[in-house]
T-cell receptor
Framework: NAGVMQNPRHLVRRRGQEARLRCSPMKGHSHVYWYRQLPEEGLKFMVYLQKENIIDESGMPKERFSAEFPKEGPSILRIQQVVRGDSAAYFC???????????????FGAGSRLTVL | AQKITQTQPGMFVQEKEAVTLDCTYDTSDPSYGLFWYKQPSSGEMIFLIYQGSYDQQNATEGRYSLNFQKARKSANLVISASQLGDSAMYFCAMREPFYGGSQGNLIFGKGTKLSVKP
């Protein structure tokens, strides 16, 4: 009965490299959300996906960032040509259905901490 | 625009005492939901409690209760009988309205770091 699994937990990249963060939602959950947490800040929404579809990417930077949730396998958050400002904790959350509510709360993973040197 | 404010960067409480963590929010939408999450040093975000804007009673979950004052737009978290394991960051969050294509994503405050003293 695993929860939301994220890997890697820690990732170090040099400027200009690519970072790939993976998220496997809870069993039975088909809705995946990605949030970013900068130091000393709360989480900020990036993107919301269902299987094979991006539903809302209003919080995603227009360049270098992309996300996918294929039919098979985990959701991937991809950051190309990383810069120091990308250093943050990236959290994935999942829910059994859309429309977050008290009956449909987000379950978060432990996060992936990206450090850009 | 929706906004969540947590004005206490850090709080201390003695073990076994109660503590209140403040949260105020701003929204013009009559339908909204408020959440509290706990983030221990290990990093994961743990859901604690939920309050809907139309709920008649304040939410309670074990030692957690929510002091919901709608007119003041506040949703303070009360932790009774604090334990050492309660030491963590606590985040208040509000769900965005369901329109404009939004599925109700969460807007988080900056958090309050709670330290429980033995």
């Amino acid at each position: 009965n695993a929860g939301v699994m994220q890997n890697p937990r820690h990732l170090v990249r040099r400027r200009g490299q690519e970072a790939r963060l993976r998220c496997s939602p809870m069993k039975g959950h088909s809705h995946v959300y990605w949030y970013r947490q900068l130091p000393e800040e709360g989480l900020k929404f990036m993107v919301y996906l269902q299987k094979e579809n991006i539903i809302d990417e209003s919080g995603m930077p227009k360049e270098r960032f992309s996300a996918e949730f294929p039919k098979e396998g985990p959701s991937i958050l991809r950051i190309q040509q990383v810069v120091r400002g990308d250093s943050a904790a990236y959290f994935c959350a999942s829910s059994p259905k859309g429309r977050i509510s008290g009956a449909n709360v987000l379950t978060f993973g432990a996060g992936s901490r990206l450090t850009v040197l | 625009a929706q906004k969540i404010t947590q004005t206490q960067p850090g709080m201390f409480v003695q073990e076994k005492e109660a503590v209140t963590l403040d949260c105020t929010y701003d929204t013009s939408d009559p339908s909204y939901g408020l959440f509290w999450y706990k983030q221990p040093s290990s990093g994961e975000m743990i859901f604690l409690i939920y309050q809907g804007s139309y709920d008649q009673q304040n939410a309670t979950e074990g030692r957690y209760s929510l002091n919901f004052q709608k007119a003041r737009k506040s949703a303070n978290l009360v932790i009774s009988a604090s334990q050492l394991g309660d030491s963590a960051m606590y985040f208040c969050a509000m769900r965005e309205p369901f329109y404009g294509g939004s599925q109700g994503n969460l807007i988080f405050g900056k958090g309050t770091k709670l330290s429980v003293k033995p």
